[in-house]
């Protein structure tokens, strides 16, 4: 299959995988990421392998059924993650999922990461870092649920489980997951000092202003579909999120 960020996407995959696995952020065959190609079609790492191997002859391609149209390996399980989030977001090309311990340690217990403490994630991340409540893997409304959240956020806590990148790149989607385990660690230090103290709320407004930095590059609009918006209006019409993730239940499910 042919797309103009393949290679790059090939690339970038295998490298990501590695800082992954480098960093402690995955084990065994934890994590998983994939690229948005053209219309349904994603690059994805496949399922039963460690991400400190991942090679770019290892990689596959899925269509909008999820069945593997390119490689040699099997899709993964929770692929509807990463189905959730493109469905919600038309200015993303790539998202990544993986298990960062301290992140992890708050998602095991229920309690979001105290955010904002500092000023500079403000203006990185947004005011906001969700946390997704459970649900069973499949679950129709765990999509409802990313869905929704993305539109506030561009890394998610999923309770009990881990944590979800989005980005234009799968440098920027690292860097903002890098940023949100940094603040875990930040919280979990001050915690055993004493009281989190979290910005005045005037203060995160003000921060806030400008929002958050836009997926970079923007995702370009390459299917025919006219429901979808343009890439220029992405930052300013609000997807309908309940229908994009029901029109993507219906693909997969």
């Known amino acids: 299959m042919s797309h103009a960020r393949i290679e790059e996407f090939r690339s970038d995959i295998v490298a990501t995988s ?23 079609h994603l690059l994805c790492t496949p399922t039963a392998v460690s991400k400190g191997d991942v090679r770019p ?41 993986a298990h960062p311990p301290v992140s992890c340690g708050f998602a095991v217990v ?22 997704v409540p459970y649900f069973r893997p499949g679950a129709p409304a765990l999509s409802t649920a990313i869905g929704e959240a993305l539109q506030r956020a561009d890394v998610l806590l999923l309770e009990r489980h881990g944590l979800l990148a989005v980005g234009g790149s799968f440098e920027q989607a690292y ?21 989190v103290r979290r910005l005045p709320q005037s203060e995160i407004e003000a921060l806030s202003k400008k929002g958050r930095p836009a997926s970079s590059p923007m995702r370009e609009q390459t299917d025919d579909r ?11 019409q609000r997807p309908d999120v309940s229908g994009l993730v029901d029109q993507a239940l219906k693909r997969f499910s």
């Open 18 to 40: 590695h800082r992954l696995h480098a960093n402690g952020w995955v084990a065994n065959h934890d994590g998983n990421l994939t690229a948005r190609l053209d219309g349904d």
């Open 57 to 97: 002859g290892w990689l596959i391609i899925v269509d909008g059924e999820n069945a593997v149209i390119e490689g040699a390996r099997r899709s993964f399980s929770e692929l509807q993650l990463h189905r959730a989030a493109y469905a919600a977001r038309p200015d993303i090309s790539v998202v990544i999922h």
């Open 110 to 131: 229920g309690e979001p990461i105290p955010h904002p403490m500092m000023a500079e994630p403000v203006v990185s991340l947004g005011p906001e870092i969700p946390m």
């Open 175 to 195: 860097l903002r997951m890098e940023l949100v385990e940094h603040q875990a660690k930040i919280a979990m230090n001050a915690k055993a000092i004493g009281d």
């Open 226 to 236: 006219s429901s979808s918006p343009s890439a220029g209006a992405v930052a300013h």
